[in-house]
């Protein structure tokens, strides 16, 4: 998803014609209102030695004012009417590497969701009260709340037999990097703690409960993934017993930029998070080129906070993208920057391994691409060697199963959202629910699985992000390149650029974790090929 509150000012330099830079200008002059905020980045070596007064001495000369100074990774946020502050606050002081605008809402912005680009044609409400409770299956089984017969996705990734062992300890922490959570429904209240959300939007932590409450929906959606309660109606999540909190960098229109995204590692770095779940990209660019000053600002502000937070032993779980893309070789970028119009996007813009996708494209971080309910990739999901460590259940709805008839996932959605839902609704007890799918859906898998490895340490010997990846990883259930996928590759290591290391297996990665339950648990046993009982989500 997307967040809504940077743009960049020198688009494309070297790329782009005298004249196609001066329509990109005049958009940005005619199309921004009000005050506009910058990032400003110091360089590498010398950030350590930088203080906030000078900082904010610096920002004052140029015209502006500070707004927020992250000593530990030497990035500022600054705010000014003037629109050549970062030019000039870049001729004042040698010490920055970049300066970055970044704006309030634009005129005529349109809506740009991930999961829009996969949306299933809306379907009649469903009510699951008139089922009593249960799937329209009529089955039965022995795990999960009154939904949870709807929860193939759980089911392929061992989820249950997981539960048995651990369902997460309260003190292991999720922040789901989002567009909020709802914090009033029956699945989410109970695992959310309020105390430590906050919005991220604009690039000021603000504790509120407005500041980070859940205006699109999909936020809410991911996080019941992760951790939904098991209280005997709806849905069970990965980790039912550790805890969400809500670090809101997505606005309205699901609009992730540089400053939120910065904002939302910094506080669940500082605030002892042990996971963060990231189901988006970074905005305007879908692929942000190092070799352009500007986009490089981004590029370098979220890898120092992703860095940072995985210093703090912040496991960090992104999701793969959902275009179709080998992101080992990109070629051409036909979709940004997406915060104008849909005349502003720059098509055929060339990009490279130069140009990452962030934060999926990051170091250390945990990259996951997206299956249905089949052993096929799903028909969106993103792929390649050098990005995608392994796969989850993101849902397909092209390839529906018996098992999963819709071929999606379903999770929690803000009752007040209802009206607008990106995908098929369902209700149950006045409570809202929607099947979705995109990578979206499947990095919440993984997180909440790394959630459940960390329960199985003590909290003072919480894992590094390494060893959860690794853990993750040498658990995974391998899977092979399908005969009919013509893109697919297989390495000398047995690893694909289209599953990574395999599905993500939360029995597996739970035996495989620190704890004498783990240790003490029965060998690993394979499990069936098929589901052992019929769901009709």
């Not at 539960?163 to 997460?168: A, D, I, V």
Request: glycine content about 8%; hydrophobic content about 40%.
């Amino acid at each position: 998803m997307r967040q809504g509150a940077s743009f960049i000012v020198l688009a494309m330099v070297g790329l782009l014609s005298a004249a196609t830079f001066a329509a990109a200008a005049t958009m940005q002059r005619a199309g921004f209102v009000g005050d506009r905020r910058h990032l400003l980045v110091f360089k590498e070596d010398i950030f350590h030695n930088v203080a906030e007064p000078e900082v904010a001495e610096l920002c004052k000369k140029a015209g502006g004012r500070l707004l927020v100074w992250h000593a530990a990774i030497g990035t500022a946020l600054a705010e000014s009417v003037d629109n050549n502050f970062s030019a000039t606050v870049m001729a004042l002081d040698e010490r920055l590497h970049s300066a970055e605008a970044t704006d309030k809402q634009p005129v005529g912005r349109h809506s740009r969701l991930p999961e829009q680009d996969n949306k299933q044609q809306s379907a009649p409400v469903e009510d699951a009260d008139a089922a009593n409770g249960r799937s329209a299956a009529g089955v039965d089984y022995n795990w999960g709340d009154t939904l949870s017969n709807r929860q193939w996705d759980m089911e392929q990734i061992n989820v249950p037999g997981a539960q048995k062992l651990t369902r997460g300890k309260s003190n292991v922490i999720v922040g789901v990097i989002d567009t909020g959570i709802d914090r009033t429904h029956p699945d989410i209240k109970p695992t959310l703690r309020t105390d430590l959300s906050v919005g991220c939007v604009g690039g000021v932590a603000r504790k509120s409960v407005s500041a980070w409450k859940d205006d699109n929906g999909h936020g809410t959606h991911t996080a019941s993934t992760v951790a939904a309660a098991s209280n005997k109606r709806g849905l069970v999540g990965v980790a039912p017993g550790a805890r969400i909190a809500a670090i809101k960098a997505g606005d309205k229109d699901g609009f992730f930029y540089a400053e939120a995204i910065v904002c939302a590692f910094m506080h669940a770095a500082d605030n002892g998070f042990a996971v963060t779940s990231n189901s988006y990209y970074a905005d305007p660019w879908y692929f942000n080129c190092k070799s352009d000053p500007d986009q490089n600002a981004i590029y370098t502000a979220i890898s120092r906070a992703v860095k940072y937070a995985l210093g703090k032993k912040v496991s960090v779980i992104v999701a793969a993208g959902n275009s179709l893309i080998n992101l080992d070789d990109p070629k051409i970028d036909n979709s940004s920057p997406n915060n104008g119009t849909e005349e502003d996007v720059i098509f055929n813009r060339p990009v490279n391994n130069n140009c990452p996708l962030l934060p999926a494209g990051l170091p250390g971080v945990v990259t996951v691409s997206a299956v249905g309910n089949t052993t096929q990739i799903s028909t969106y999901s993103n792929y390649g060697f050098t990005y995608v460590a392994l796969t989850a259940p993101g849902g397909d709805g092209a390839y529906p199963t018996k098992y999963a008839a819709r071929g999606t996932v379903l999770g929690a959605w803000p009752t007040s959202l209802r009206n607008s839902a990106d995908g098929p609704l369902l209700m149950q007890s006045g409570a809202a629910y929607v099947y979705l799918e995109g990578t979206s859906m499947a990095a919440p898998h993984v997180a909440g699985v790394a959630a459940l490895i960390i329960s199985t340490y003590k909290s003072s010997q919480r894992p590094t992000p390494a060893q959860v990846k690794k853990i993750l990883q040498d658990t995974a259930r391998p899977m092979k390149c399908p005969s009919s996928a013509r893109f697919c590759r297989t390495s000398a290591s047995k690893r694909t650029n289209y599953f990574g290391h395999g599905q993500v297996d939360a029995l597996r990665a739970v035996r495989a974790g620190g704890s004498e339950v783990a240790k003490k648990s029965k060998p690993t046993r394979k499990p069936t090929k098929k589901p052992t009982r019929r769901a009709s989500g």
